[in-house]
Each structure stands twice: as C-alpha cells, then as structure tokens.
C-alpha cells in the first residue's frame, strides 16, 4: 500500500526560527511530490518536486527532494506568527490526478 | 474567480440521515475530486468525476457513498444512512484537465458532524 510519513506531528517554534518539516514516502509508481500549507480553509499549493536534488524557493519557503532515499524537506526561514498551519505532504503515486497524503505536520509559531 | 466552492461548511446530521455535499468547480474546470479527512488522518481519495462520468471510484467505500457531476450544477456527494464514523472533513478539488495534478485547487471542505 502507498504511504507517507511526515515529521514531526508537530512542532512549536518562536518568530525568528527556521523549521525543517521531513516526508518520506513509499509508492509504487512515483510521478511528482506536492507540499500544501492548510490553515483553517482549503489547503493551498506550495511545491511540486519531480527530480532529485533541485531545490524550488519561494520567500522564506523552500524545498528539496531525494528520489533515491524516497524523502523531501520544507525548510521555513525566519518564522512568522502566519505560518502557523498544517503543512501537507502528498505524492502522485503514478496517476497523474490522484493523491496519496501524508497526516500533516502542525506548525505554531509564537510571537 | 470564486474559487472552489463548496456547501455547507458546516453540517451536523443525526445516525441514519442522509448527507448531501455540493461542489461547484472553479469556472473552467471540468474534473472533480472528492477526499475525505477523518480526523488524525491524512486526506484520502474517494472518487474523481468529469462532467456525467465516475472516472475512478476506487476510494469510496461501496455501501451507502455514492457521488454524480450532472451536466448543469455542481458535484454532489451523498452519504445515506449516516454513522459516526462518517464523521470527518470532505474536500472537493477541481482542474481544468483530467492529468493536471499541478492544476489541483481545493475548496474549503465540508465539516461533517454525526450526532
């Protein structure tokens, strides 16, 4: 069965900080690897990671994947109380339209 | 663009009722996706429809789940016979092409209550 793993569950952190959010995954036909940021509403995009080792950046937020260890990071620099989320991991496990998900990693950031 | 709207946000059913959940896609989109998150778990598959056709329903459980997009209106997915279990968020998501993970946009979701 397909699966991914996040860590951690959750995670407190200070303004200022920065957070590396970890997902290994286990598919069988892997296509893309996908990082959404889910407030109280519709999880909404942040990544899609397709070949190993080249990093996408947005702002403060950034991320790598490693097809050959089957796992991704989200880094976030220098923390703001809005990044406080659930961030989701998911993958493509080869269909091109559906999603395997991972449980989500927790972020508060207090002020 | 409004978006990916979905209706109620909020429902509460008492067991043995039945559940109607509505998804318009974004203006566009022809493909929908329906995922459910109980709760502690991650969000899963259920079914993906385009317009008057189930292309995958090999998420819904097979009693009591059934899902449509007719021609004109929004996708609606119904839970008959409601049980606590069914207790969970439902997240509709559409694109505009069938193999466009990348043009995947949620809706808010449907917070259902089973009481």
């Known amino acids: 069965e397909d699966k991914v793993v996040q860590s951690p569950l959750s995670l407190v952190v200070h303004e200022g900080d920065t957070v590396t959010l970890n997902c290994s995954y286990e598919?069988?036909?892997?296509?893309?690897l996908l990082w959404y940021k889910q407030e109280k509403k519709a999880p909404t995009f942040l990544f899609m990671l397709t070949s190993s080792g080249i990093e996408k950046k947005s702002g403060r937020l950034s991320s790598i994947l490693d097809k050959k260890e089957l796992f991704s990071i989200l880094n976030i620099t220098a923390t703001q109380t809005g990044d406080s989320a659930v961030y989701l991991c998911a993958v493509d496990p080869g269909s091109n339209y559906k999603l395997t998900f991972g449980k989500g990693t927790l972020l508060t950031v207090n002020p | 663009n409004a978006g990916v709207m979905q209706n109620p946000r909020h429902l509460v059913r008492r067991r043995g009722q039945e559940a109607r959940l509505r998804c318009s896609p974004m203006k566009g989109h022809s493909h929908v996706y329906w995922y459910r998150q109980l709760p502690e778990e991650g969000l899963k598959f259920m079914v993906y429809?385009?317009?008057?056709?189930?292309?995958?329903e090999s998420g819904m459980p097979k009693e009591r789940f059934s899902a449509e997009f007719p021609k004109e209106g929004p996708s609606i997915l119904r839970i008959q016979q409601v049980v606590r279990g069914d207790s969970a968020a439902y997240f509709c998501a559409s694109s505009p092409r069938g193999n466009d993970i990348y043009g995947y946009t949620f809706g808010s979701g449907t917070r259902l209550t089973v009481v």
């Open positions: 598919v069988t036909n892997f296509r893309s």
């Open positions: 429809l385009q317009k008057e056709n189930i292309i995958d």
